[in-house]
């Protein structure tokens, strides 16, 4: 059974940095898409940023374009995804998922602009709280 986890979340400044994690554990993916999304109280779930397993490809919400920064590890063999997210920003306090969709050996092909839509994963974390205060 996948499970994502992830990590890093807390109450910042504006203008701090936060860096949050999420590991995949049950399976380890061979090729896959793995994303963050948010949602703030009241809000729906919004898309932030969504990388492809090499890591040479990334896309990001406009939003956060140029203050957060996507990227993948493998930590004991986990694979992993990471957000450091700087020049933080009360409008960024919300709920941070990360997820996965697993290519299963394929992903020739990845549009990655496609990964802001929710339907495009397959697995999801339980999501860890980002708090900034003004």
């Known amino acids: 059974q996948v499970q994502l986890v992830e990590s890093g979340g807390g109450l910042v400044q504006a203008g701090g940095s936060l860096r949050l994690s999420c590991a995949a554990s049950g399976r380890t993916f061979s090729t896959y898409v793995m994303g963050w999304f948010r949602q703030a109280p009241g809000k729906e779930r919004e898309f932030v940023a969504a990388?492809?397993?090499?890591?040479?490809?990334?896309?990001?919400a406009n939003s956060v374009k140029g203050r957060f920064s996507i990227s993948i590890s493998k930590d004991n063999a986990k694979n992993t995804v990471n957000l450091q997210m700087n020049g933080l920003e009360p409008e960024d306090t919300a709920v941070y998922y990360c997820?996965?969709?697993?290519?299963?050996?394929?992903?020739?092909?990845?549009?990655?602009?496609?990964?802001?839509?929710?339907?495009?994963?397959?697995?999801w974390g339980q999501g860890t709280q980002v708090t900034v205060s003004s």
């Open positions: 990388i492809t397993w090499t890591g040479a490809s990334t896309y990001y």
């Open positions: 997820a996965v969709d697993d290519l299963d050996g394929t992903g020739l092909r990845v549009v990655l602009s496609e990964y802001k839509y929710e339907y495009k994963y397959d697995y």
